[in-house]
């Protein structure tokens, strides 16, 4: 049964830690992001990366970091400097290239107190 | 910077009638456009997608147009249904030098009553 998946669904954080968001694809695709959602807000972006060991920022990056290590894996870390990192956190893969659509895991909601 | 938005307010609508939801943008010619549906507490889910050389493009009961000098998107939903009821987003298709990245807009969150 392929998809991608995140882990865990909720996440509970004191502030001043780190906290790491999971996103595994069996979907063999290339492509994989990290979007953010807030409410009443659209997606936005993250991080993004094309293929294994390489990665760029999106338009919200500050606070944030990742890895790629392998193709099938893409773990955030929302890390203290971010100062807002309570949302909703959406990771995506795609094939590369136009033309391909973007396939969404079920999300993770991060809760700092 | 790159601007896209979609209908602001909730769109509320009888079933059976026709959605049409909106989608505008600036700053940008896109080749592509994309549409998903959004559920609550979900992630979204592709629906369609419209090249900047196609006027119209249809699935089913959905149809998307792509007006490049409007600088806009119509996407119609017909003979809508309760299990409708989703916030649907368009997304501007940066292409592959910009390593596929979508730019998304804020959402229209549709509510079709019985």
């Known amino acids: 049964d392929g998809g991608i998946t995140q882990s865990p669904k909720y996440l509970f954080r004191k502030e001043g830690q780190n906290v790491t968001l999971s996103c595994e694809q069996n979907?063999?695709?290339?492509?994989m992001y990290w979007y953010r959602q807030d409410p009443g807000q659209g997606l936005r972006l993250i991080y993004y990366?094309?293929?294994?060991?390489?990665?760029q920022k999106g338009d919200i990056a500050e606070g944030y970091s990742v890895s790629r290590e392998k193709k099938e894996s893409f773990p955030l870390t929302v890390t203290s400097a971010q100062k807002n990192p309570t949302a909703f956190y959406l990771c995506?893969?795609?094939?590369?290239?136009?033309?391909?659509?973007?396939?969404f895991g079920p999300g993770t909601r991060l809760t700092v107190t | 910077s790159q601007k896209i938005e979609q209908n602001s307010e909730a769109l509320n609508i009888q079933e059976g009638k026709t959605a049409t939801l909106t989608c505008n943008y600036t700053?940008?010619?896109?080749?592509?456009l994309q549409w998903y549906r959004q559920d609550p507490g979900r992630g979204p889910v592709f629906l369609l997608l419209i090249r900047e050389n196609e006027k119209e493009k249809r699935k089913e009961r959905l149809k998307v147009t792509f007006d490049t000098t409007l600088k806009q998107s119509l996407f119609h939903i017909t003979a809508s249904q309760p299990a409708d009821s989703a916030t649907y987003l368009c997304a501007l298709d940066m292409g592959y030098n910009q390593g596929g990245k979508l730019i998304f807009g804020q959402g229209t969150e549709l509510s079709v009553k019985p």
């Open positions: 995506a893969s795609s094939g590369t290239g136009p033309l391909y659509e973007q396939y």
């Open positions: 990366s094309q293929i294994v060991n390489d990665f």
């Open positions: 700053n940008y010619s896109p080749a592509y």
């Open positions: 979907l063999n695709h290339d492509a």
